[in-house]
Every structure is written in C-alpha cells, then in structure tokens.
C-alpha cells in the first residue's frame, strides 16, 4: 500500500541542535552518567516570585479565555513604557504584537518576505531557525559571515555589497547566538547609512539578548534609527532577561504596514497567546528589575571564569564574549573538526556542548559553550575539558 506524501518543503525545514544535544546528555545523565551541561541556552535560575504571583492572580482572578490576537492593551503598553524607558525611543502600543517566544516573529517576518526567488540575508554563524525557516519559504539563503577578527560583529560593508534587487529581508541580532558577539554602534550606523540606497530592504533585528551586555558596553537598539523605522522589525521578550523560557512570551515591534499581515498570521496560526502569561509580563517589566540585574551580574562574573579557563585550554582560544551568555572559543588548534568536539566532550569527558557547525558553515573549528550554569559546574567542566586535551 502506498504510503502518505508530505509537501517537499518540510525536507528544506532544519532543527535546533542545542536540543539534540540536551537529550542526548539527559539520556546519558539518566544512564547514570555524570554530566555538566553548558549545551543549552536557557538561564539556570528561576523566574522571579513577584512575576510567577502575577500569572497565579490573573488565573484566580479569572484570566482564562482569549485575548486580542495581538496581545492584550496592557501588555502592549507596558511593552512601548519599558522601550522608552531602556532605548529613548517612541513606540505605538498598536505597532507592539505578543507572541508565544522569539520564533513566532522570525517564522512570521521570513514568510511574509520569503518566497522563491526572493533573497534573504543571515547571520552565519547564527541562530539555526533564522536558516531553517528561509529555506522553508522557498527563497535563497545569504549568510552574513560573521568573523572572529571582528569579535563576531557584522560588517556593515560586506552586507551592502551583497544586495541585490531580490534582496528582501536583512536578519541581524546583536548580542549574538552562539557567539556572544556585538556589533558596534559605528558600525549599525554605516548600514542604515547604506541602506537609504536600497528602500526595498526590510530588517529584522533579534534584540532578545538586549539586557545582556558587558564590559560597560551599552545596547544600540535599530529602534533607535528612526530612517529605517519604516521598515524594521524588532525582536525581543522575556525568556532571557527574566529567566522565562518555558513560558513562551515574546513580543516585535512591527511598522506600520506589517502590522495587519502578522496579525493575520497570529490568528491563523495560535490565536493568542496565554492570557496568565501575559499578566505575568506585565508584572516583568513594572515591577522590581533587582533580580534580572543580579541574575546579568552572576552571568559576567561567570563569563570572566569560562573566557578565561577556555584560553587556558591546550589548542583552544576564545575572544572576549560581549553579550549574552555564549562563549565561542576557537578549536581548531586540537586538531578536531566542530563535530569531533562536541562529540568528544561529551562522551568521553561528560560536557555538553554545541558544534559550531549546528550554526552554520561559518561555525566550524568553533564550539559554543553556554555559561548558564554555575561556576562551580563551570570550572569542573573546564577541568575535565583540560584533562581530557592533555591526554
């Protein structure tokens, strides 16, 4: 009997292997195995009590039913006050749509430009969804080489050399995953500079790491450029900076002429988002920042630990990590492909990592490590990493 067809897009559609790999190491860890994960990207600490009684008092206050499509008025608002607040920028609350994460927003601003013979620009290495879902649409992937020469930052140059009159979305995010790299203020300025010569070019810009900077750097958000205004969409949400993964809240700023078209696709695609949840990002953002800070802090204090003990690594070297809670050392001096590590890490000294390949071409002879763990966990893992080099 002849089995069923699927369409011939799934075949083009990719995966999160930082998710493969957290399996793998639970397998191994339920095995009996004792295993140190700085594999997946996610913060080790809870999401703060003030914001988890918010979701528990609007579902006994009777929170349980849709909301606008959109997100509700509040939220959007509390949205718009808290951009002010952090990058001095004006933003309609109407221009705000709330989504289940960060994904639903890439997903969206992909399909809403990508199509066959379209041509949509990446960063490479970079979030593995951001390639996925332009090869889902049928239109031509164009990676942004990003170097560890320029710290992992984007060139503006390199990226307006590469437009052409297919070109039809620009996906940039700073601070980076894996690399934890971020882009200078002079160097975002010479590209919307640049991109006054191509107005068919939209920009979508994942700012979901936008609180997690150090080394006294301060975020530049593309919000900030109101030329381009017209045409940017910008990424950021909760999961990160309050330790909300699970909860699945994200929002984007969308100009004016997306706005219809994404709230079509949220109504076709999840209604709503949840409504408990949603109360609960209100009170993220109103309510005491203390422990978001602290939380930033722990991650820099550790950053400085993994930074350094990778560079201490027989055949390894890493680059000042900028942003977020990723270091991307340097490899290749062990003699092993991104792959051979990661593999080798795992299996034979128990440390979950993420070849830098699962991120793209541009990521081999590279392997991400998060820093969402403790620095005890940390340094262990780092020893056994050593240990395992020296032979």
């Known amino acids: 009997?002849?089995?069923?067809?699927?369409?011939?897009?799934?075949?083009?559609?990719?995966?999160?292997?930082?998710?493969?790999?957290?399996?793998?190491?639970?397998?191994?860890?339920?095995?009996?195995?004792?295993?140190?994960?700085?594999?997946?990207?996610?913060?080790?600490?809870?999401?703060?009590?003030?914001?988890?009684?918010?979701?528990?008092?609007?579902?006994?206050?009777?929170?349980h039913g849709y909301t606008p499509a959109n997100g509700?008025?509040?939220?959007?608002?509390?949205v718009a006050a808290d951009l002010h607040r952090r990058h001095v920028v004006e933003v309609n609350p109407d221009n705000v749509v709330v989504v289940p994460g960060g994904k639903p927003t890439m997903f969206f601003a992909v399909?809403?430009?990508?199509?066959?013979?379209?041509?949509?620009?990446?960063?490479?290495?970079?979030?593995?969804?951001?390639?996925?879902?332009?090869?889902?649409?049928?239109?031509?992937?164009?990676?942004?080489?990003?170097?560890e020469k320029n710290g992992f930052a984007f060139s503006a140059e390199s990226i307006l050399a590469k437009i052409t009159d297919r070109t039809r979305l620009i996906i940039l995010n700073s601070p980076a995953n894996p690399?934890?790299?971020?882009?200078?203020?002079?160097?975002?300025?010479?590209?919307?500079?640049?991109?006054?010569?191509?107005?068919?070019?939209?920009?979508?810009?994942?700012?979901?790491?936008?609180?997690?900077?150090?080394?006294?750097?301060?975020?530049?958000?593309?919000?900030?450029?109101?030329?381009?205004?017209?045409?940017?969409?910008?990424?950021?949400?909760?999961?990160?900076?309050?330790?909300?993964t699970g909860w699945r809240l994200g929002y984007?700023?969308?100009?004016?002429?997306?706005?219809?078209?994404?709230?079509?696709?949220?109504?076709?695609?999840?209604?709503?988002?949840?409504?408990?949840?949603?109360?609960?990002?209100?009170?993220?953002?109103?309510?005491?920042?203390?422990?978001a800070r602290a939380m930033v802090t722990e991650f820099d204090a550790r950053r400085q630990v993994i930074v350094r003990g990778l560079n201490n690594l027989p055949g390894v070297t890493c680059t000042d990590a900028a942003g977020a809670f990723y270091a991307f050392p340097n490899i290749s001096g062990t003699g092993m492909s991104a792959q051979q590590a990661q593999d080798k890490f795992l299996d034979e000294a128990g440390v979950a990592t993420v070849a830098g390949t699962s991120f793209g071409a541009w990521g081999e002879g590279y392997v991400r490590f998060s820093y969402a763990n403790s620095t005890e966990n940390i340094e262990e893992a780092l020893r056994r990493i050593s240990s395992l080099l020296q032979g």
């Open 1 to 63: 009997m002849q089995g069923i067809k699927f369409a011939d897009s799934l075949s083009r559609l990719g995966t999160e292997s930082a998710f493969v790999v957290l399996a793998r190491a639970q397998a191994l860890a339920a095995e009996g195995e004792d295993i140190i994960n700085l594999g997946i990207g996610q913060p080790d600490f809870t999401t703060p009590e003030h914001i988890v009684e918010a979701a528990i008092k609007a579902l006994r206050d009777g929170h």
């Open 252 to 291: 984007a700023v969308w100009p004016d002429s997306c706005v219809a078209h994404v709230t079509r696709l949220c109504i076709n695609d999840h209604s709503c988002v949840n409504a408990a949840a949603q109360y609960a990002g209100i009170a993220a953002l109103e309510g005491p920042q203390d422990e």
């Open 111 to 147: 399909l809403m430009f990508g199509q066959p013979g379209a041509e949509i620009m990446y960063p490479n290495p970079g979030f593995p969804i951001y390639e996925s879902v332009i090869n889902f649409s049928g239109a031509k992937a164009v990676p942004i080489a990003l170097e």
């Open 72 to 78: 509700i008025p509040a939220l959007r608002e509390a």
């Open 179 to 244: 690399t934890g790299g971020v882009t200078p203020k002079a160097e975002i300025d010479r590209l919307v500079a640049g991109l006054a010569e191509h107005p068919h070019v939209a920009v979508m810009s994942d700012e979901i790491y936008s609180n997690m900077l150090y080394g006294g750097r301060g975020h530049v958000s593309l919000l900030q450029y109101p030329e381009i205004r017209d045409r940017l969409i910008m990424l950021d949400g909760w999961s990160k900076t309050y330790a909300m």
